[in-house]
C-alpha cells in the first residue's frame, strides 16, 4: 500500500528523533545560546564587500588590468554640474548667466569652501578652472562692462564671438547641451549667428587632501567626506535658483545610498513587525509571535556566522536578500510543524505527545520542503558566478538552519511554554493589557530580528533583553494570573485556536476547484501559456533608478545629463587597452587612426553607437598621444624634455622612439606644462593615462564615448566596432610593436555581466525544477508525485515574470534573483501540499475527503504563513528606495502565486495522477469507516470530519 512506503525506518527514525527532543529541550535550548553567543564575534566579523558579479573572460581581464594599471594619485580632481534655464528656456541669456556667475563668485569666496577648492588646468577644456569654470565666465570676461552692465543683446554678441567659426569643435561648444541651435539672425540691427541653449556645463576643482584624500571606489575617487562638500558646493552655485536650476552630477552617490538605507530600514523594520503581529495573530498566540522572533533572531546569527567562517562576501543579495526571504521561510517551517502538533491536541493528545506524533507525521514534508528548497537555490551555483554561487549556496544554509531553528526546536518551545504558565481562563474579558502587550512586544521582535539580519552584535544584545522582558517575565506574570483566576473559581481550560482546527474555506476551495479539474486544468495550462510569453517578454537591463528614488537629486542629475548631453557626453564609455611599445611614432600615429576607423564603421553600419561633441567629432578621452602631442606644442616643455625634440614633418608628433622617450620620463616626474604656465598634465595625473614597467613596456587606453548605460544594442555595436578596430590595429605595422590590444570598458562589461547573470539564472531554473523532481520522487517513492509536485512550480515563474512585464519591472542584479526564491517558495508549499494529501489518502476510501482534510489542515498553514508574509513585504514596498520596494512587491506577489497554485491547480493535478479506489482496496477501507456504500458520501465535508481511523501515533 501507499502507506507502507512512508513508513518505516524513516518515520521510526523521525519519532526516535522527536522522542529526544521532547526528553532533552531544555538541554537543547541551552546548546542553542551557548553556539548563538559564541556565534556572534564571527558574525560580527562577517564581510559587507558586494561579490563579483562578473564571469570570466578577457574584457574582465582587461577591465581589471587597466584598473590595476590606470591610477590617479592627484588629489585634484574635478566635478561636472549642469546648469538648466527654467522651464527649458534660453540658458544663454543675461540673467542666466548673470545668476550664475555671482553665484560662482559667491562659491570662491566661501570661507568655509575656499581651503577646498583648487586651481587647475583642463586639458579637456584647455583653460584653467579657478574653483569654478563655465561659459558665464567667459562671457563676463568678454564684455567690457560683465554681465552686471550688459543686455541680452550684449550677450549674443559676446557669444557668437566666444562660438564662432573659428571655434569650431572647441570645449565650449561641446559644454552646450546637445538640443542648442545656432542661427543667422538680426540682433540690435545686425545680422549676427544666434547661440541658444537650455543647458550648459559648469565644472569646480577640488582638491581632496583635507577630505580624506582619493578613493578607490566608483565614485571619481571622491569620499563620504568630499561628497559633502561637493553638496556644500551645488547649495551654493544654486543659490536661490530664479532663472535657473542646477544639478552636480552624480557627485553624491555614497552618501544617497546611506540616506535613502537609512530612510528605508524602518520600512524593513515595519515589514518584519507586520510578520511577526501575523504569526501572533493567526495562530492566535502570543507565545508563538514572540519565540518565532527569537528563532529568526538566532537562525540571522548563525547565518551570518557561518558566512563569515566560509568567508563570503555580503552585499546586496547575502546581506539583505537572503535574509529577507528565509524569515519568509522560516515562519513557513513554524506554521507547518506548530500546526500539526495543534491538530494533534485537537485530537485529545497532551502537548508533549502532540509535539512527538504532530512533528513525526510533518517531519517528512518538512524535510523535503527545506532539501528541495536548498537545492534550488544551490542549483545557481552552475553559472560559476561568484555572486550567484555564495547567493545560492549561503541561503541554502540559512534554510536548514532556520529549518532546524523554527521548524524542529521552536515548536517545542511554544509547547513547554504553554505547559509552564497554564491553562487560561474561559472567560478573559477584553485583554487591554494582554493586546497592549502584544503590540509592543511585536515591534521589538521586529527591531530584534531586523538588526540581527544588518548589525548581529546589536541583534544579539537586543535579543539578551528581548527574551527577558517578553517571554521570561510574561510567562511569570501570566501564571500567576492564571493560578490566581483558578484559585478564584474561575473556570480554566485550554482552548486550541489558529492553526489547529484548520482553515474550513481552504478545504472548501480545494476541493471545489479538484471537482471541476476539467475546467481547472484547462484554464491552467491557457494561464502557464500567457505566463510563458510573457516571461520573454521581460528585458534585462540595467539603471541607476532600480537602486535611488526617482526624485534624489542623483537620478535627477543623471536625467539632465541624458537630456542635454546623452550624445555629447553623457552614458558611458569603452576603449582599447593597449600595450607594448608606445615610443614609436608611427604606432602613436595608428592609435589615433583607431578613432578614425571607428568613426567611418559607425558611419557605414548606420548605427549610432559613438558618443560625439556638437561638432559631430567622436568624443575621446585623453591617452599617451595626447600627452605627447601637448609636450610638442609647447616649447616649456621640450625645453625639460633633456633631449631635442624635432617634429619635421609637423604632423604634431616627434621624429624618433628616444625623443618620445624622454617626453613619457618627463610627464612621470615632472607633468607636461604649457607655454602658458598651466600644468596640462600634472605628474600624479599622468599615471591615470599612462603606465609603464619601468623596462620599456607602456601601457594607454583608446578610451571612446558610448552614448548609453543601459541600452543593449548601441552598446553591443560599440562593442562590436571596438573589437573590428582591435583586429585591425594588431594585423597593422604598428601591432608588430605592442604585446596586448584588447577591449572592455565599464559599460561594456556591464551590459555583459548583467546578460551573464540573468542567462545563469535562467539556466539555474530548469537545473532546479529538475532536481526538486528528483528529490521529491525519491522522498516520496513516486516518479509521477515528484513530477506532479514540481510541474506547478512553472506557473508561479510564469507568473511572476508575466507579472514583471505587465508592471514594466526589468530583470536585475536583484529582480533575477525571484526565479530562484519563487522555485524555492513553490517548491515548499507544493511538497506540503503533496504529502499531507498522500499521508490522508492512506486510509481513505475516496480521493476527496483526503484533499480537503489536506486543504483545511496543511492548506490552512499555507494560508496563514502566506498571509504573513505577503503583508509584511507589502509594507517593505511603501519604502524610498526602489530596490527595497522592487523586491517587496515581487517578494509578495511570488507568495501570492505560490498559494494560489498549491490551493488551486496542485490538486487538481494530485487527482489527475492518484488512481481512484476500487475493489477490495477500496471496501476494506470503507469497511473502517463505519458506514455502508451507500451512506458514504466522498463530497461531504462531515465525510471528512467524522473519519474514524484514525492513524495510531507514530
Not at 3 to 11: A, C, D, L, M, R
Not at 159 to 177: F, M, N, Q, T
Not at 411 to 425: A, F, H, S
Not at 731 to 754: K, W
Request: aromatic share 8%; proline share 4%; with cysteine.
Amino acid at each position: 500500500m501507499v502507506g507502507e512506503t512512508q513508513t518505516g525506518n524513516s518515520v521510526g527514525r523521525a519519532a526516535s528523533l522527536f522522542e529526544w527532543i521532547n526528553g532533552h529541550v531544555r538541554w537543547i535550548t541551552i546548546g542553542i545560546i551557548v553556539i548563538t553567543v559564541a556565534a556572534v564575534p564571527l558574525a560580527m566579523s562577517r564581510s559587507q564587500d558586494d561579490p563579483d558579479f562578473e564571469p570570466s573572460g578577457e574584457i574582465y581581464d582587461t577591465i581589471d588590468l587597466a584598473d590595476e594599471h590606470f591610477q590617479n594619485s592627484s588629489p585634484l580632481t574635478i566635478a561636472l554640474f549642469i546648469v538648466e534655464a527654467r522651464n527649458r528656456g534660453d540658458a544663454l541669456t543675461r540673467d542666466v548667466l548673470l545668476e550664475f556667475k555671482q553665484n560662482s563668485d559667491s562659491m570662491r569666496s566661501n570661507a568655509d569652501l575656499i581651503d577646498d577648492l583648487a586651481v587647475q588646468f583642463s586639458s579637456d577644456l584647455e583653460e584653467e578652472i579657478d574653483g569654478v569654470f563655465s561659459l558665464a565666465d567667459k562671457v563676463d570676461d568678454a564684455l567690457p562692462a560683465g554681465l552686471v552692465g550688459a543686455t541680452d543683446a550684449d550677450v549674443k554678441f559676446a557669444l557668437a564671438d566666444i562660438l564662432g567659426e573659428d571655434a569650431v569643435g572647441s570645449p565650449l561648444r561641446d559644454g552646450l547641451s546637445q538640443l542648442a541651435t545656432s542661427r543667422v539672425g538680426q540682433v540690435a540691427g545686425q545680422e549676427i549667428v544666434v547661440w541658444e541653449a537650455p543647458a550648459f556645463q559648469a565644472f569646480v576643482s577640488i582638491d581632496l587632501t583635507n577630505l580624506g584624500g582619493r578613493t578607490d571606489d566608483s565614485n571619481g575617487g571622491v569620499g563620504p567626506d568630499g561628497q559633502e562638500l561637493l553638496r556644500d558646493v551645488q547649495s551654493e552655485l544654486q543659490g536661490d535658483q530664479d532663472n535657473f536650476r542646477l544639478l552636480g552630477v552624480a557627485i553624491d552617490a555614497d552618501i544617497t545610498a546611506e540616506e535613502q538605507l537609512a530612510a528605508s530600514s524602518p520600512f524593513i523594520l515595519l515589514s518584519v513587525v507586520g510578520i511577526m503581529v501575523l504569526v501572533g495573530a493567526l495562530l492566535r498566540s502570543y507565545w508563538a509571535a514572540a519565540l518565532v522572533a527569537v528563532g529568526l533572531g538566532v537562525t540571522m546569527i548563525w547565518y551570518a556566522a557561518v558566512l563569515s567562517a566560509l568567508q563570503f562576501e555580503g552585499g546586496m543579495l547575502l546581506g539583505f536578500i537572503a535574509p529577507i526571504s528565509v524569515i519568509a521561510f522560516g515562519v513557513d517551517f513554524f506554521v507547518h510543524a506548530s500546526g500539526r502538533a495543534r491538530e494533534q491536541q485537537v485530537a485529545g493528545m497532551s502537548r508533549d505527545r502532540a509535539y512527538h506524533s504532530g512533528l513525526t507525521l510533518v517531519f517528512p514534508a518538512l524535510l523535503l520542503a527545506v532539501i528541495s528548497s536548498a537545492a534550488a537555490f544551490i542549483s545557481n551555483g552552475v553559472a560559476g558566478i561568484q555572486a550567484i554561487v555564495q547567493f545560492g549556496t549561503g541561503t541554502a544554509i540559512a534554510l536548514i538552519i532556520a529549518f532546524v531553528v523554527l521548524g524542529l526546536v521552536a515548536p517545542r518551545w511554544l509547547l513547554t511554554v504553554e505547559d509552564m504558565v497554564g491553562d487560561p481562563p474561559l472567560e478573559r474579558g477584553l485583554m487591554i493589557r494582554y493586546k497592549f502587550g502584544f503590540f509592543l512586544m511585536t515591534l521589538i521582535a521586529g527591531a530584534t530580528v531586523t538588526f540581527s539580519v544588518v548589525l548581529p552584535i546589536v541583534g544579539a544584545i537586543a535579543l539578551v533583553v528581548f527574551v527577558p522582558l517578553f517571554v521570561l517575565l510574561p510567562i511569570r506574570w501570566t501564571r500567576k494570573g492564571y493560578a490566581k483566576a483558578a484559585a478564584a473559581g474561575r473556570p480554566t481550560g485550554s482552548v486550541i485556536k489558529g492553526a489547529g482546527r484548520g482553515l474550513k474555506p481552504a478545504g472548501d476551495i480545494v476541493h471545489f476547484l479538484a471537482r471541476w479539474r476539467v475546467v481547472t486544468i484547462p484554464i491552467t495550462i491557457a494561464l502557464a501559456i500567457v505566463g510563458a510569453v510573457a516571461f520573454t517578454q521581460v528585458d534585462s537591463e540595467f539603471t541607476f533608478s532600480d537602486f535611488f528614488a526617482e526624485d534624489s537629486d542623483f537620478i535627477q542629475s543623471l536625467d539632465l545629463l541624458d537630456t542635454h548631453f546623452g550624445s555629447t557626453g553623457g552614458g558611458g564609455s569603452g576603449f582599447l587597452y593597449v600595450e607594448g611599445d608606445l615610443t614609436q611614432p608611427d604606432t602613436l600615429a595608428a592609435l589615433e587612426t583607431v578613432v578614425t576607423e571607428l568613426d567611418s564603421a559607425e558611419a557605414a553600419s548606420g548605427d549610432d553607437y559613438l558618443s560625439r561633441d556638437l561638432s559631430g567629432a567622436v568624443t575621446v578621452r585623453d591617452n599617451a598621444v595626447s600627452i605627447v602631442r601637448t609636450a610638442v606644442a609647447s616649447r616649456a616643455a621640450t625645453a625639460a624634455a633633456g633631449v631635442d625634440i624635432t617634429d619635421a614633418d609637423n604632423d604634431g608628433l616627434p621624429d624618433s622612439a628616444d625623443q618620445v622617450r624622454a617626453i613619457y620620463d618627463l610627464a612621470f616626474t615632472d607633468g607636461i606644462s604649457t607655454d602658458d604656465g598651466f600644468v596640462a598634465f600634472p605628474a600624479d595625473s599622468v599615471t591615470e593615462l599612462l603606465w609603464t614597467d619601468g623596462a620599456g613596456t607602456y601601457a594607454t587606453l583608446v578610451q571612446v564615448g558610448i552614448p548609453t548605460f543601459t541600452e543593449d544594442a548601441i552598446i553591443l555595436n560599440a562593442r562590436s566596432g571596438l573589437d573590428d578596430v582591435a583586429d585591425s590595429l594588431e594585423a597593422s605595422p604598428a601591432g608588430a610593436s605592442l604585446t596586448n590590444v584588447s577591449v572592455s570598458g565599464e559599460t561594456i562589461t556591464q551590459q555583459d555581466g548583467l546578460a551573464a547573470f540573468t542567462d545563469a539564472m535562467l539556466i539555474a531554473l530548469p537545473v532546479a525544477l529538475v532536481l526538486c523532481a528528483i528529490l521529491a520522487g525519491v522522498f516520496m517513492h513516486s516518479v509521477k508525485y515528484g513530477i506532479a509536485a514540481v510541474t506547478p512550480i512553472l506557473l508561479v515563474v510564469g507568473w511572476v515574470y508575466g507579472f514583471m512585464y505587465v508592471a514594466d519591472y526589468k530583470i536585475n542584479v536583484v529582480t533575477a534573483t525571484i526565479a530562484a526564491i519563487a522555485v524555492g517558495v513553490g517548491i515548499d508549499f507544493s511538497t506540503h501540499f503533496t504529502m499531507r494529501f498522500r499521508e490522508e489518502f492512506e486510509s481513505e476510501p475516496s480521493r476527496f475527503p483526503a484533499l480537503r482534510r489536506a486543504g483545511e489542515g496543511t492548506g490552512g498553514a499555507l494560508a496563514i504563513s502566506a498571509l504573513s508574509s505577503i503583508i509584511g513585504f507589502t509594507v517593505m514596498a511603501f519604502a524610498p528606495m526602489p530596490i527595497f520596494v522592487t523586491f517587496g512587491v515581487l517578494t509578495a506577489v511570488m507568495i501570492v502565486f505560490s498559494l494560489l497554485v498549491a490551493l488551486l491547480v496542485l490538486p487538481s493535478v494530485l487527482l489527475v495522477v492518484t488512481r481512484s479506489r476500487t475493489g477490495a482496496e477500496r471496501q476494506h477501507l470503507l469497511d473502517l469507516t463505519g458506514v455502508s456504500p451507500e451512506e458514504y458520501d466522498p463530497h461531504s465535508r462531515q465525510t471528512a470530519i467524522n473519519r474514524n481511523h484514525t492513524p495510531v501515533e507514530p
